[in-house]
């Protein structure tokens, strides 16, 4: 089993920042890739950015790629996203979810584990 903790959410204006993490523990040594996704009310969960953990480009989401940063702190496996200038149509919940594979990919089906979530609002 693999946990991810998730952290960083909140409220915050347009045009802000946030900074969210996730930690994994426990059975780790087969998870490959690290990636967010987020789900709106109503609208289905969405990849929004990923990393493999042990070498190798990050991948984004087109609507987020210019404006989103995803990093790796590979000795304690966990991952950032940075959120700048950030829209109201961000305004979702943001989930970990932990991968085997080695390269990222955006299919939720491809993600065995999941963290809780955690709330970002931006307001207008």
């Known amino acids: 089993q693999v946990q991810l903790l998730e952290s960083g959410g909140g409220l915050v204006q347009a045009g802000g920042s946030l900074r969210l993490s996730c930690a994994a523990s426990?059975?780790?040594?087969?998870?490959?890739?690290l990636s967010w996704f987020r789900q709106a009310p109503g609208k289905e969960r969405m990849f929004v950015a990923g990393?493999?953990?042990?070498?190798?480009?990050?991948y984004y989401a087109e609507a987020v790629k210019d404006r989103f940063i995803i990093s790796r702190d590979n000795s304690r496996d966990t991952v950032y996203l940075q959120l700048n200038n950030l829209k109201p149509e961000d305004t979702a919940v943001y989930y970990c979810?932990?991968?085997?594979?080695?390269?990222?990919?955006?299919?939720?089906?491809?993600?065995?584990?999941w963290g809780q979530g955690t709330q970002v609002t931006v307001s207008s």
């Open positions: 979810a932990a991968s085997n594979y080695v390269v990222v990919v955006p299919n939720t089906e491809k993600y065995d584990y």
């Open positions: 426990g059975r780790t040594f087969n998870t490959h890739t």
């Open positions: 990393v493999p953990l042990r070498g190798g480009n990050p």
